[in-house]
């Protein structure tokens, strides 16, 4: 096992081969293993389309900027993120759910992740669950995503779970803190290169508490 620390501020997204040298000098190279995912920046309007149990629609689309919107219970935000721009499977994670950052407990605050569905459409006709906290484990959905040991541990999915600040995506000063789910899709049965326009978030029971959802970032 290797472990260290990589700058990767100024590296090209991609794959990239890994080379190993000991003190020997001997040296070899495993191509292609290593993974770097560029953050797609927000030059494309998202449209939402929320119903009456959603409040600040307007706050779950563009950059996390701590401001959300919430989806009582019952509530539906559909993201329209245009012609061209969906979301699709790629290498790594493939796109960034944002949670409202919780300033409790001071000073750093976390996340309470709030029951919530996501689902995926080409054509908001068919649509894939790829994400959906609070129906417990759920293999293998719930492997392909940066929080998976908090899905799988003693009680499962519960509401307003604190998420590990230190797993979660996103760095100083946008968002105001990490608070990124990082969700894989590859293990969907579309064929490669299929682009998922549409975005649903639903919150089909909160027990009094709304989610909330900061944005939507995808990562190819």
């Excluded at 669950?129 to 719930?142: E, L, Q």
């Excluded at 940066?146 to 799988?152: G, L, R």
């Excluded at 579309?190 to 975005?199: A, H, I, S």
Aim: proline letters at 8%; one cysteine or more.
């Amino acid at each position: 096992m290797i472990t260290g620390t990589l700058d990767l501020y100024a590296a090209a997204g991609g794959l990239w081969h890994v080379e190993v040298t000991n003190p020997d000098l001997q040296s070899d190279i495993a191509p292609n293993v290593f993974t770097v995912t560029m953050p797609i920046t927000y030059s494309y309007p998202i449209t939402p389309t929320c119903n009456i149990s959603v409040t600040d629609c307007l706050s779950g689309t563009g950059a996390p900027d701590g401001e959300a919107a919430q989806i009582n219970e019952g509530g539906v935000i559909t993201l329209d993120f245009g012609i061209g721009n969906g979301i699709m499977d790629g290498q790594g994670y493939d796109f960034v759910f944002y949670e409202w950052w919780n300033p409790v407990p001071a000073p750093t605050g976390s996340v309470h992740l709030d029951v919530i569905l996501i689902e995926l459409s080409e054509d908001l006709a068919t649509w894939y669950k790829v994400f959906n906290w609070g129906d417990g484990y759920n293999s293998p959905m719930d492997d392909y995503t940066n929080i998976t040991a908090f899905s799988n541990d003693a009680d499962e999915e519960v509401d307003n779970e604190i998420i590990t600040s230190t797993i979660l995506y996103g760095t100083p000063p946008s968002p105001p803190n990490p608070s990124g789910i990082l969700i894989d899709i590859n293990f969907l049965t579309d064929p490669p290169n299929v682009q998922y326009r549409y975005v649903r978030l639903s919150c089909p029971f909160s027990g009094g508490d709304a989610a909330h959802i900061d944005g939507i970032e995808r990562l190819h």
